[in-house]
Structures are given as structure tokens and as C-alpha cells.
């Protein structure tokens, strides 16, 4: 069976906005792009902070970094997704709650709980990225600098994280790059990103090759700039003491 082809579908006028198919697909590149950019900055955060506490002397603190770990890393992503989308509203104070639901623009409402669903789960696994890279330092890093008269904290800030960052960036990149093909199931909620406006598209159009053939093109300019930027980071945070033998990509 031959296909149709009408890649002019995309300047055509779309049936409402006074806008053309093309810009639907570009409100959802952006969305995404934000999405992502914004679930990052959480997952990050949350990842570093509880990545720490899973490294530090106290089973307390060890306890809740992988109390964090087993909750965020054991439950399906569609399924953090409605329970942010359901419950989470509900928890606000009760003000808060009514005027979130009732008053904020829907779109925005979806976007808030899908970076903090997006951005919890994937600082799960960023919490075991930060893990591994403080754990696979040397011991003596974190000795030596206590035995300087650093505290505890300042240990962790000048000497093991700035570290620890650098040997994990390569696994942080394909942590961003699988955050990015994620941000599609942000659509089951109701935002309007990439994946979304290309159903709109298919819907209102009837070319499904198209719509999505430029969805897949859309994600793979956004991966391709996550990877460009984080090989330059890499590369730039080298150290020539690291494993890399001191040698520039």
C-alpha cells in the first residue's frame, strides 16, 4: 500500500487559533523543551540531596535516601503521573487547593504536576548516579578533608561532590536523554507538548506518517542538543588525575 504524502500539510491552516499545523507542532516542541528543562532542575535537586544522605555515617538519613529510591524507582511512571494528577491538588491547604483547581489555567496546572511527577521519578535515579559517584571515590578524599578541620557539609560541597559530578556525567546524560522521551507521557494527563499536539495534527488532518515523522525529527533535535551540550560540559570538567588518562575528546 503506497502512502500519501503532503508534507505541506504543516503550513496549511489549522481549523481553529488562526494559526497554521505547523505552529501547533512548535507550541509543543516548546512545552516539551520546557518540560523537560524544569523537571531537570527538580530531579537534579532531589537526586543530589538524597544521594548524599544515602552516603552519609547516619542510618537515619541513609534510611530515607532509600526509602525515596524504592518508592519513586518501583512505581510505573503513568501510574506517578495520576497520582499527582489526582491526588496531589487535594493535599494543599484548602484555599490553595480551590483556587489551583478551579481558577489556574488547565495547561499550567499540567505542567506544574507533570514536572513534579517527571522530576521525582527521575531523581530516584539520579539519587543512585550522585550514590555511586561519591561511593566510588577514594576514602581518603573525605578523610583528608576532615582531617583539614573541614565540616561534614563542606566536605561534601568542596571536595567529594565536585568530584562525584564529573565521573557521572556521562550516565546523568542518558538520565536527561530518557527525561526527554518521557516528557511524552505527560500527554495522558491532558498537557498539550509535542506528543499531544501530534494526536491533534492526526486528528484534524487525517496524515499520521507526517505528524509523527516530524514528532520523532522534533525529539531527535532535542536529544542531539542534550548530548552536544553535555559532551561539551564533559569535557570541559575533565580533569587530567581522572580516568580519562588527561586526554581532550
Not at 505541506?8 to 497554521?20: W, Y
Not at 540531596?49 to 512505581?75: D, E, H, K, M, Q
Not at 566510588?136 to 578524599?141: K, T
Request: charged share 10%.
Amino acid at each position: 500500500m503506497q502512502a500519501n504524502w503532503n508534507w505541506g500539510i504543516f503550513f496549511e491552516q489549522a481549523p481553529f487559533g488562526n494559526v497554521t499545523y505547523f505552529s501547533w507542532l512548535v507550541d509543543g516542541f516548546l512545552t516539551t523543551a520546557a518540560l523537560f528543562v524544569c523537571a531537570w532542575i527538580v530531579a537534579f535537586t532531589a537526586g543530589s540531596l538524597f544521594g548524599i544522605l544515602r552516603t552519609l555515617p547516619s542510618r537515619f538519613f541513609r534510611a530515607i535516601g532509600a526509602a525515596y529510591v524504592a518508592v519513586f524507582r518501583n512505581i510505573p511512571l503513568i501510574v506517578q503521573f495520576f497520582i499527582w494528577y489526582l491526588g496531589a491538588p487535594d493535599l494543599l491547604p484548602h484555599d490553595l487547593s480551590v483556587w489551583f483547581k478551579a481558577e489556574l489555567n488547565p495547561n499550567i496546572q499540567f505542567f506544574i504536576l507533570s514536572t513534579c511527577a517527571l522530576g521525582f521519578f527521575t531523581g530516584a535515579r539520579v539519587c543512585e548516579q550522585v550514590r555511586s559517584g561519591i561511593q566510588a571515590l577514594s576514602s581518603g578524599q573525605r578523610s583528608a578533608a576532615l582531617a583539614l578541620g573541614l565540616t561534614l557539609p563542606q566536605t561534601y560541597r568542596y571536595v567529594l561532590l565536585p568530584n562525584a559530578y564529573r565521573i557521572i556525567i556521562p550516565p546523568l546524560t542518558s538520565e536527561m536523554l530518557n527525561m526527554v522521551k518521557n516528557t511524552a507521557v505527560a500527554s495522558t494527563i491532558g498537557l498539550v507538548e509535542l506528543t499531544s499536539q501530534a494526536n491533534r495534527l492526526l486528528e484534524f488532518s487525517g496524515y499520521a506518517y507526517e505528524s509523527f515523522i516530524a514528532v520523532t525529527l522534533a525529539y531527535v533535535l532535542l536529544n542531539f542538543v542534550v548530548m552536544r551540550a553535555m559532551k561539551l560540559l564533559e569535557n570541559k570538567m575533565r580533569l587530567p588525575s581522572m580516568s580519562m588518562g588527561g586526554k581532550n575528546a
